[in-house]
């Protein structure tokens, strides 16, 4: 798929996802903590965050700059240059992104969940969705932040077909 680990999702009740990616950032921990929760990176690689009031229960309005998705909420954990969690309106959920550092500080893991309701159909979107706004992390990170002008559909729907394809049943086979 790419230099982003693929995402696992765990299915409750249905339609209650618990999706979650480990990645290692070959950045210093302050660094991808200014990426992760502060309105000045979010843009760089996920959304506008306006407001974004930087303590537990705390304000936050999460306008993503691909679409016309713009969501409300509150911070429902805070821990600076550690934890920074985001509960939004459905189907976005509860948004978490917990910071270790690796390497002797050199590094960084980023232990990202998302827990949402929805169709299993939009368990894919948002799988793929996470998983290039990842790849993009990535990026603002090396020093390219996305420039949402040119953004297109195509690499989330290459991504959603390989998620889609990996959910796939498998073939029952007989001897």
């Avoid at 954990?77 to 550690?82: I, K, N, T």
């Avoid at 309701?117 to 948002?126: F, N, Q, S």
């Avoid at 990170?141 to 559909?153: A, K, M, N, V």
Wanted: charged share 25%; with cysteine.
């Amino acid at each position: 798929m790419s230099e982003i680990p693929r995402g696992r999702c765990e299915t409750h009740d249905g339609n209650l996802h618990h999706l979650r990616y480990v990645i290692d950032l070959p950045h210093p921990l302050v660094r991808v903590w200014a990426a992760v929760a502060t309105p000045e990176g979010l843009p760089q690689w996920l959304c506008a965050a306006d407001p974004l009031e930087p303590r537990l229960g705390g304000a936050v309005t999460l306008r993503w700059l691909n679409g016309d998705v713009v969501v409300s909420g509150t911070v429902t954990a805070w821990d600076p240059e550690y934890v920074a969690e985001y509960t939004v309106e459905p189907t976005h959920g509860r948004i978490r992104f917990h910071l270790e550092p690796s390497g002797g500080g050199g590094s960084t893991v980023l232990r990202f969940t998302n827990e949402f309701r929805a169709a299993r159909e939009e368990k894919l979107d948002v799988m793929a969705g996470w998983h290039e706004h990842f790849e993009r992390l990535a990026r603002a990170l090396d020093g390219h932040p996305t420039d949402w002008r040119e953004w297109s559909p195509d690499r989330w729907q290459h991504l959603r077909d390989l998620y889609e394809r990996d959910e796939a049943p498998w073939p029952k086979w007989e001897p």
